[in-house]
């Protein structure tokens, strides 16, 4: 089955450092998201992209935050000047149609500390 | 505000036993669906199973199955015949319409911690 591929799996920052984390969705996909999940807590959605611009985010997902599909290959989130707070597991996902039933296919994530 | 409370953080069973997994949601829609997540240690989270809400039949996937009650908004996995390959972390999942009339992103339990026990 196709996958969502995430790097780097552990990326480390010192705090106001700018991180970008990088996804590559599965190829015929057109809808992509980004989730975070700070260790203990819930899994959390961020932001979702479709035909080149965010199609829905959630409070979460401030000015800090910005998406980008620089090519047809890549979806990336940059996180910049990074908080303490923002150490959390970042999952990126991919979806065909954005329709209300669809499965979402997940990467592995990228594991972020912040120092 | 949309919320789904999975009130086991851990579970165990036997393998070749049944586990049932509770999960229940609150929200004003009528139209949404609900979803199970498996997350092993490799943390890609896979669909397990999905329900729509107009749905009365619960839904089924070979040795998974839900049980599905609307008006108690709950939404409890069942395990049958459980494998060792089905230890990890599931996740319940609620999804709706935005005001935009496209979907929603997904709001997620805290999750349970399925061990099988050999």
């Known amino acids: 089955e196709p996958e969502v591929t995430q790097t780097p799996s552990h990326q480390v920052t010192q705090m106001g450092q700018e991180v970008i984390l990088r996804c590559v969705p599965i190829s015929n996909h057109l809808y992509f998201y980004w989730y975070r999940q700070i260790l203990g807590q819930k899994v959390e959605f961020l932001v979702s992209?479709?035909?080149?611009?965010?199609?829905?985010k959630s409070e979460i997902f401030d000015d800090q935050f910005s998406v980008e599909r620089p090519d047809g290959s890549n979806f990336t989130l940059k996180i910049r000047s990074t908080k303490l707070e923002d150490s959390a597991m970042y999952f990126c996902a991919s979806s065909e149609s954005g329709v209300l039933n669809e499965k979402l296919f997940f990467g592995s994530g990228t594991q972020l500390s912040v120092l | 505000a949309q919320t789904v409370t999975q009130s086991q953080p851990e579970m165990s069973v036997q393998e070749a036993e049944t586990v049932t997994l509770s999960c229940t949601y609150d929200t004003s829609e009528s139209d949404y669906y609900l979803f199970w997540y498996k997350q092993p240690p490799s943390r890609q989270m896979i669909l397990v199973i999905r329900q729509e809400a107009y749905k009365q039949q619960n839904a089924t996937e070979n040795r998974f199955s839900v049980n599905f009650q609307k008006a108690a908004k709950s939404f409890s996995l069942k395990i049958s015949d459980s494998q060792l390959g089905d230890a990890a972390m599931y996740f319940c999942?609620?999804?709706?319409?935005?005001?935009?009339?496209?979907?929603?992103?997904?709001?997620f339990g805290k999750g349970t911690h399925l061990i099988i026990q050999p």
């Open positions: 992209f479709y035909n080149n611009e965010i199609s829905e």
């Open positions: 999942a609620y999804r709706t319409l935005n005001s935009g009339g496209g979907a929603d992103g997904l709001t």
